[in-house]
């Protein structure tokens, strides 16, 4: 995605009660003679959240010469800090529309924009595993996942059993080999062709 840029720690992250994120909508609607068609027009899928910064004098200029010179005025991604799930998740973006000075409040200024989110947070299931979640809930898998928690915990004590039975039945063998040089096998071969 070209060039890695992070908002620095010490600018504000987007004010929260302003803050929404939601799916572009990238459908593609046809009116025909029986009624309208819908398809989708891409593959992918977008979020576009809305933001809102307040900034002091000093924050407002680097804000400013951020949006113009170092992401191109919107057309670099960067990583931003954004609202996922009520905490603070930095997610790659890109300038939707174009930042806006609005009120000022007290010594500071509000900017208002729309920023493209690259990925959407969704269901980390496999296909075949999301399409049973309309047929099972969510807790039918919370508890397949703790009865294989508890298949995994039970395994190492099981694979320390079967080492220390497999220890006590070839430790005598691996002593014999280890006990093996390459003169005791041509003195062995020697004495096999002279009988």
Excluded at 47 to 64: G, K, M, P, S, Y
Excluded at 145 to 158: G, I, K, N, Y
Excluded at 167 to 188: C, M, N
Aim: proline share 6%; glycine share 4%; with cysteine.
């Amino acid at each position: 995605m070209g060039d890695y840029i992070k908002w620095p720690r010490w600018m504000p992250a987007p004010q929260q009660d302003s803050f929404s994120i939601q799916p572009e909508d990238r459908r593609l609607s046809t009116e025909t003679e029986t009624g309208s068609i819908i398809r989708y027009q891409f593959d992918s899928d977008v979020n576009v959240a809305d933001c809102t910064l307040i900034l002091n004098r000093t924050q407002a200029a680097w804000f400013e010469f951020f949006e113009r010179d170092m992401v191109r005025q919107g057309t670099v991604w960067f990583d931003f800090p954004l609202w996922i799930g009520g905490e603070i998740a930095y997610e790659s973006c890109r300038f939707k529309t174009r930042p806006k000075a609005g009120s000022l409040i007290g010594l500071h200024t509000t900017y208002t924009f729309s920023l493209y989110v690259s990925k959407r947070s969704q269901l980390a299931f496999p296909p075949c595993i999301a399409e049973l979640l309309v047929c099972y809930p969510p807790c039918f898998f919370v508890e397949l996942d703790t009865a294989s928690a508890r298949l995994a915990a039970a395994v190492p004590s099981w694979r320390e059993e079967i080492e220390e039975s497999t220890a006590a039945i070839f430790s005598p063998l691996f002593g014999v080999l280890a006990s093996v040089t390459e003169e005791s096998i041509s003195s062995a071969l020697s004495e096999l062709q002279e009988a």
